[in-house]
């Protein structure tokens, strides 16, 4: 990714004012994608499909996988109840992005919504919030009604023959439900506990059947892709990782907030001319990519890397959520990797022992080293725990939890032992 | 009030009527149903929880588990205003502790507690999704009041004590001007 960065136009979150409304959102070209999609026969579900694929939007919910690929999963219909689970259960520190497609956006989600429930023949959409976005929940929820007023949903849209509900459903405070089986779960109305997989959702999900789930953000990206062509849409951004992004920026920075660019722009440039720098003039010294479960970079490690999976993967990180958390020179990273800790602790589900168990280790050692009462020890302790926890649960939270763990302590060593040094223990 | 005169009106079960048609069996809509349990009653003890599992028949122990399990709904009675502070990474790097420990010390009580006047609930919460608004708070599962200093939260609960809750609060994208302005 060159420069082009500083002159791309927002397409997921344009500046038009009142573009939440319907009218506005028509008359900006708002549902000529579902127009298309529904009354030109051309668009069958499978060129539908094949586009979004081709296109490679790849997930903004953190796995990144191929959108158009999913869809592809779910099985022919055998005449039983379909769905699309839409996840706007955001959660992991640092990612506060999808708020802002209900806010100033929420149309362009549902069309993409919509065109996804017709490729895949689903006739029942749910739309998943968490509990603390009332607010935004609610501006969503006037937006469903106007589609359902002007005929973009409800029976026999556009005079389609197709007929898809969609239904908007809260949480009511976990970090695990943005996990996607355990959101299935909680739609079921149960305790969030993510299932084992296989089977996957495509195969049993909602009550058994068949059911994909999808970001908020990754579907507003599809009618991009119906009105303008895969081809333009993956020539946006970084190669591999294509499209519109919007990155969260929190942290020490002048200016944090969300903004929409390509994939691919180089970290230092959305520090440092995104964000407007270090607040108080400060030097960088480490950074969080993509939310609080991606691995810490380290400010030397940065030259170079951009904000795309390839990247990111070079230089040891992952993208995640894009939601990027900044730390200034006097930033203790004993603390933020206690608090960390500390929220993965409270959100395990506890339906695995590693996970339930072993995130309260993590926390507990960590206030140890934190209070001053650690030994060096205990450094190679929770490394060892991290390798006994990941890979033995049923979902990820638990490799979530090790990874800030392993990589915090591994690249800021120097830090963790001397607070070790200090301890009551060390004089001893 | 004693557990036999908890009871939904005809327009809540109007509403939540409305809300099991969304699903294919009652147990889907326990969530949506504590949460209209919670906006009437102002919490989900154990009585309330009851009234939510006989209304929706189903097992109590069940919707105890759901209602057990989510943070968001209240497990006793709270103060007229709750005031969840996020204190999760980005709070924490931007002040959400000292924010915390200015309430404590006005309110006079730790987090986790009721003021004797039963006006005000502090928690401390983890992140609520304004990451980028930091360090923040939301008053009662509703606004969010953003980027907090003490002189903001002194205002908040002088607004809240005489009954004035915030409005929502948008939180703009910042303009493509000001990066264009930023890049040169």
Redesign the interface.
Known sequence: MADDWRSYEPKLIPDIPDLHKIGVYEENGGYRALKAVMQDSDWSREKVTNEVKAANIRGRGGAGFNCGLKWSFMPDPDGGPRYLACNGDESEPGTFKDRKLFEFNPHLFLEGALIAAYAMQVSTIYVYIRGEYLDYGKIFEKAVAEAYSRGYLGEDILGSGEDIELHTVYGAGAYICGEETAMLESLEGKRGYPRVKPPFPAQKGLWGRPTTINNIETLANVPLVINNGADWYSSIGAEGHPGPVLYGISGHVNRPGVYELPTGVPVLDLINEVGGGVRGGKDLKAVIPGGASTPVLRADQLEGVSMDSESMREAGSLLGTAGMVVMDEDTDMVEVLWRIAHFFHHESCGQCTPCREGTGWLEKILIRIKEGEGEIKDLDLLLDLTTQMEGRTICALADAACWPVRHTITRFRDEFEARCKQSAHALA | MAEQDLSFNGEEREEIEKITS???????????V??VAQRKFGHVKPEVQKLVARTLDLPEA?VH??AS?????YKEETGRFVLDVC????C???GGYEILHHLEDRLGISAGETTDDGMFTLQEV?????????PML?VT????VNKLTTEKVDRLLENLRNGQTPE?E??A????E???Q??T
């Open positions: 969304r699903f294919p069996n009652n147990k889907a809509a326990t969530l949506q504590l949460w069940h588990g759901v399990f989510y943070t968001q709904y204190t999760c990474l980005s924490q790097l931007c983890e992140c609520l999704g304004a990451c980028g608004y930091a939301q599962n509703g606004p969010y929502f948008s939180m994208m910042p303009h493509l000001k990066r264009n930023a890049a």
